[in-house]
């Protein structure tokens, strides 16, 4: 089994802004070592500076495009040889707008690139690593369009509903082997992704808006509970605890030998 050291390094991807660059803030002042992860080399040279001004840790940057295969596994890589890492945060992640029949094959193609296969590769490689040392965690940033498929573009709420599904299934594989999986569904939370899609806040009402800093604190403070799902904006945990069981009550009946009596 490899021993953690006592300072621990978080990599972070979409570390360059939004949520992903607010993580870094936050993570830094926890006193954790960084690896941001980003394309935007610039930025993340100005985050790192501005970090290790403040707090006395140690931060490195890794420019890759992780829409790019070759760019994943480089990334995937230093998760499987870097001892230190003991936290995987999956942040970046694109949005698209608009009608699966409008939809551009290029962009859709991008999406589903960094939503899904970059997330996948890089939870499948600290999977392997943290399970062997018995220690580690992942957290994964998912959206509260999961929830919602039916009133947001198909793709984007596609990709959300598959890192929730694959958040859950890792952590029925990993708790029992020391590793902490945890999924957070912001709402709509004030960062550049709008921009970045060819929309805007304007029109959204300011109470379903969240700021970034407050999105991130709640959901380091359920990661601290050791939650698995965690919505930031839901004010009665119950509700969700209901759905699960909800969810859960139908299993016994959903792979029988008869079709159900209302289907002969
Ligand atoms: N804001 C919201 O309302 C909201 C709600 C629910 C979920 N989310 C999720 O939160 C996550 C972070 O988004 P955000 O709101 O913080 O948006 P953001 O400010 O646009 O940040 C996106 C981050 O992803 C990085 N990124 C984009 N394409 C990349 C690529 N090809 N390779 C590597 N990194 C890439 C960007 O950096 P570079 O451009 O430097 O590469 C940036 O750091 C996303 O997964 C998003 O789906 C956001």
């Not at 390094?9 to 690896?35: E, P, V």
């Not at 939650?227 to 959903?254: C, F, K, Y």
């Amino acid at each position: 089994m490899n021993a953690f050291p006592t300072v621990q390094t978080a990599l972070i991807t979409g570390a360059s802004s939004g949520i992903g660059a607010t993580y870094a803030r936050r993570l830094a002042a926890r006193g954790y070592n960084l690896l941001l992860v980003a394309r935007n080399e610039a930025r993340l040279r100005l985050l790192a500076d501005e970090l290790t001004a403040r707090h006395d840790i140690q931060i490195d940057i890794l420019a890759a495009d992780l829409e790019q295969h070759g760019e994943i596994e480089r990334v995937a890589n230093r998760l499987r040889n870097d001892q230190q890492i003991s936290l995987l945060v999956n942040c970046a992640g694109v949005a698209l707008n608009g009608s699966l029949a409008e939809a551009d094959i290029d962009s859709t193609h991008s999406l589903l690139q960094l939503n899904l296969l970059a997330l996948t590769m890089l939870s499948s490689a600290a999977a392997v690593r943290f399970s062997l040392a018995g220690r580690g965690a992942i957290i994964n940033i998912g959206s509260v369009v999961a929830l919602l498929p039916e009133r947001f573009n198909a793709i984007y709420a596609a990709s959300k509903a598959y890192v929730l599904s694959l958040s859950q299934t890792l952590h029925a594989e990993l708790s029992s082997r020391g590793v902490q999986v945890q999924v957070v569904l912001p709402g709509i939370t004030r960062t550049e992704i709008f921009e970045r899609s060819g929309s805007s806040l304007a029109q959204i009402p300011p109470s379903m808006v969240m700021e970034v800093e407050d999105l991130v604190d709640a959901a380091l403070h359920g990661f601290d509970q050791g939650e698995l799902v965690t919505i930031p904006s839901l004010p009665d945990g119950d509700d969700w605890h209901a759905v699960t069981q909800a969810r859960m009550q139908l299993a016994p009946n959903l792979s029988r030998n008869q079709p159900a009596a209302r289907y002969h």
